[in-house]
């Protein structure tokens, strides 16, 4: 007796359609076996889903079993296997009846009482049966929300896999049940309109949303670097349907979606300086798993204390910064993840953090300041766009009533800035931090001295091949806040005074 049901692999931010074939044999010693390169999650199966038959009231005879998972070239983990795996082996014994015509993907984790378990994956299972022309997806009714936000396919989510059976036998019709309202966030918006002072920073900031560039704030403790960062979503342009579909990818692969208010806001994450290797880029036994960089995708990466993370950690952001991919090699697997992230990063000046201070002392000597420099490492900080200093706010701007901008004010000049960006260039390029070295001649012409005054400026600043790149995407964006089509001299200085020019490091 054979049957054959439909399930998904994930690969990535990809799905590869698997056959499920069970085929029970009348004749042979009585036993279990399943092939198809599985990982441990998936072989565990066994011990779920005969339990799970058995205490939904499924008696089926001890026979010998094998559960093919094909392709056999293609890893298969995760435990959203179950569901297609118990209904292979109720269709082999003839329980489950599922009409020929009508082809579903299955997906589900099952618990030992048969009933189904959320999983992680939904959205992308749902757009690879629509992709293989299916009739819809079987899944958790956890995730049936989430798998219904893909269109032109049939979602039906259910509780328990005696509902499954009956469905598929024709003797269940499912009830539209409105799913729980979510709880939106009740703690106050944040706002620019907030910070006192710090005019160069907010400039700075307005200048890294408007381009999509990174930033570096240098400052002594309490200067508000960290209440700057968590602000800078509020000025950032909404998602792009396709930015937004890439992102809920994400956050389904990483099962947080069901969990998530969608809206247009992009993705904040801020890992703590302790975080590994694994956590920040991704990885993990058997596939690797998402990691910071990627849940950040189409958003901010904060990385407080940026000196105080392990360097081996901060070296691994090189390559995604530069290509806004993750390519994630393991023995037996290589996935890719998207990570085009905007990098914010702040840090101390130096060990006791008062570097420059205008009136406390510092009480570090000048190696142990050049040794905590020198744990972020030149080539990142050349990957850095922009480097501001933070100062500490005086007592009369602290405490005085002089109104500052709102992050609505800010944002409307970014949103102008955006849409320029926009008219300009192709589906490829997002914005200005996204211009190839061979786009920078064609979209940043010159206009007066401009050019003479670069030129001057990378010899006395010694500024490599990709700084002074930097600084033409940052004078494009200067140019595009103020609607110019040329770079002319004032944009360009302004850049300049965003590179780095302490000798320390």
């Known amino acids: 007796m054979l049957a054959q049901v439909y399930a998904a692999a994930l690969v990535g931010i990809e799905t590869q359609l698997v056959e499920v074939e069970v085929d029970v044999q009348m004749q042979g010693l009585p036993g279990w076996s399943m092939v198809g390169l599985l ?35 293609v890893k298969k983990s995760g435990a959203h296997f179950d569901l297609p795996i118990a209904i292979g082996m109720l269709t082999a014994w003839n329980i489950c009846k599922p009409h020929p015509d009508k082809r579903y993907l299955l997906a589900g984790e099952l618990s030992l009482t048969g009933e189904l378990l959320p999983i992680n994956g939904a959205l992308l299972m749902a757009i690879a049966a629509r992709a293989h022309q299916l009739t819809g997806i079987i899944l958790p009714v956890q995730n049936e929300e989430e798998a219904k936000l893909v269109t032109s396919t049939e979602v039906v989510g259910f509780s328990t896999l005696t509902e499954v059976v009956q469905f598929l036998n024709g003797e269940f019709v499912p009830t539209k049940q409105m799913p729980p309202k979510k709880q939106k966030r009740t703690a106050p918006p944040l706002n620019f309109g907030e910070v006192r ?35 800078l979503p509020t000025i950032l342009p909404p998602l792009t349907s396709e930015e937004k579909l890439e992102t809920m ?20 994450r801020a890992p703590h300086h302790s975080a590994s290797y694994a956590g920040l880029i991704g990885g993990g036994g058997g596939i690797p798993k998402l990691g910071e960089i990627s849940l950040a995708h189409n958003g901010v ?13 901060l070296e691994v952001l090189r390559q995604p910064l530069e290509s806004g991919l993750v390519r994630l090699v393991r023995t037996g697997a290589s996935v890719t993840y998207p990570a085009r992230f905007m990098l914010v990063a702040a840090m ?9 201070h205008p009136k406390r002392a510092c ?15 030149g080539p990142l900080i050349d990957r850095i766009d922009i480097h501001i200093e933070v ?43 996204q211009l190839h070295a061979r786009d920078l001649k064609k979209f940043c012409p010159f206009k007066g001295n401009a050019e003479s005054l670069l030129e001057k400026a990378t010899e006395k600043m010694h500024l490599s091949a990709r700084s002074t790149h930097r600084v033409l995407k940052i004078a494009r964006t200067i140019a595009d806040l103020e609607s110019s089509d040329a770079l002319g001299p004032p944009h360009i200085a302004e850049a300049l005074q965003y590179r780095p020019t302490d000798d320390v490091h």
């Open 39 to 73: 990982e441990t999650a998936v072989k565990e199966a066994r011990d779920r889903v005969l339990p799970a038959l058995r205490n939904s009231g499924y008696k089926l005879l001890n026979r010998r079993t094998i559960v093919n998972l094909a392709p056999g070239n």
């Open 197 to 231: 002072g710090q005019p160069i920073a907010k400039r700075a900031l307005e200048i890294a949303a408007a381009g999509g560039h990174n930033i570096l704030m240098v400052g002594t403790p309490g200067s508000g670097k960290t209440m700057l960062a968590e602000r």
């Open 249 to 268: 990818k994400v956050l389904s692969l990483h099962g947080l979606l069901h969990d998530t208010i969608l809206s247009d806001e992009r993705p904040f």
């Open 301 to 313: 990466l904060f990385m407080d204390e940026l000196a105080e993370f392990n360097r081996n950690v």
């Open 348 to 356: 101390n000046p130096c060990p006791c953090g008062y570097y420059g």
């Open 363 to 377: 009480i570090c000597n000048m190696h142990r300041i050049q040794h905590y420099r020198r744990k972020v490492s």
């Open 391 to 433: 100062e500490p706010v005086p007592h009369k701007d602290l405490m005085g009533d002089k109104p500052t901008e709102t992050s609505e004010m800010i944002k409307q000049r970014v949103l102008a800035a955006r849409k320029i960006q926009e008219a300009r260039y192709d589906s490829r390029i997002g914005c200005n931090a």
